[in-house]
């Protein structure tokens, strides 16, 4: 998600990936599938085949861990501000982790499209020293308004052609 915070200096994004559930929201699912095969588990352990019960709990277990990686990861935020002749890019999970400053007059917003039709639009911010993936968890709607937003700032836009892919789907 592309989001436009107020910044009376210049244009500040903030990126964020889509969630669809909060983490309340995924708790109770998992508590909704734990009280079900709670349910299925305990008929077939009463019925003699209690050897389900440990199975049940792996299984648990692992969608527990599946649900707090996936919401963990969905955490994650970059803020980009452009101010005057300067790019700052911030990015991290719960607290700030990566911290860039690039000039704009150097800069260039380098956009690659999608290889299959399973791949996402995926653009950097490029200067000589450094290359700067900007939103690899964005869709291509949300990939097309962040570079939308970067052109009308004037950053340079860099079109590359989309490489050919040979393999087992195309």
Excluded at 41 to 69: D, K, Q, R, S
Excluded at 88 to 106: A, C, F, M, Q, Y
Aim: charge should be positive.
């Amino acid at each position: 998600m592309v989001e436009r915070l107020r910044y009376p200096g210049g244009l500040r994004l903030l990126l964020t990936p889509n969630r669809s559930l909060s983490w309340r929201g995924n708790v109770r699912i998992w508590l909704l599938l734990a009280l079900v095969s709670g349910i299925i588990a305990g008929g077939w352990a009463l019925a003699g085949v209690w050897f389900i019960l440990p199975f049940a709990g792996l299984e648990l277990m692992g969608v527990a861990a599946g649900i707090y990686v996936t919401s963990r990861n969905c955490q994650r935020k970059e803020v980009v501000t452009i101010e005057g002749d300067t790019i700052h890019i911030e990015s991290g999970l719960n607290r700030k982790e990566h911290d860039w400053i690039l000039p704009v007059r150097n800069t260039r917003l380098e956009s690659f499209p999608p290889n299959t039709p399973f791949d996402c639009h995926r653009v950097r911010l490029a200067n000589r020293q450094q290359q700067i993936p900007l939103g690899d968890f964005l869709n291509n709607a949300d990939t097309d308004a962040l570079v939308h937003a970067l052109k009308a700032r004037g950053i340079n836009i860099l079109q590359t052609e989309q490489q050919p892919t040979v393999g087992i789907w195309f």
